[in-house]
């Protein structure tokens, strides 16, 4: 069974940085996109930033500028690099992918959520 742990989140001050990761584990044919999406308490999930395979990133507009996403296809592995962090950048943030899995099946795979909370 694939599986996706994310680490990074923490507490940072306004203005400040974090990196969030997505570690894969288990059996992946093929990885397709990845991504990140996050939950504020009291809002729907919606997505900060997704890369295919072959790099091509979306972003939400509300992180255009201040949010990396990025990928090492070897690794399946993503990345989100944040900068200029803002109190309503505060939510816990999903990793997020589209794999083909060793039965060949295609799966969406979510991970279990890290939290980022930045103070004012």
């Known amino acids: 069974q694939v599986q996706l742990l994310e680490s990074g989140g923490g507490l940072v001050q306004a203005g400040g940085s974090l990196r969030l990761s997505c570690a894969s584990s288990g059996r992946i044919f093929i990885m397709n996109a990845m991504g990140w999406y996050r939950q504020a308490p009291g809002k729907q999930r919606e997505l900060v930033a997704r890369?295919?395979?072959?790099?091509?990133?979306v972003y939400a507009d509300s992180v255009k500028g201040r949010f990396t996403i990025s990928r090492d296809n070897a690794k399946n592995t993503v990345y989100l690099q944040m900068n200029s962090l803002k109190p309503e950048d505060t939510a816990v943030y999903y990793c997020?992918?589209?794999?083909?899995?060793?039965?060949?099946?295609?799966?969406?795979?979510w991970g279990q959520g890290t939290l980022v909370t930045v103070s004012s």
């Open positions: 890369i295919t395979t072959g790099g091509a990133t």
């Open positions: 997020n992918a589209d794999l083909v899995n060793s039965a060949s099946r295609n799966r969406e795979v």
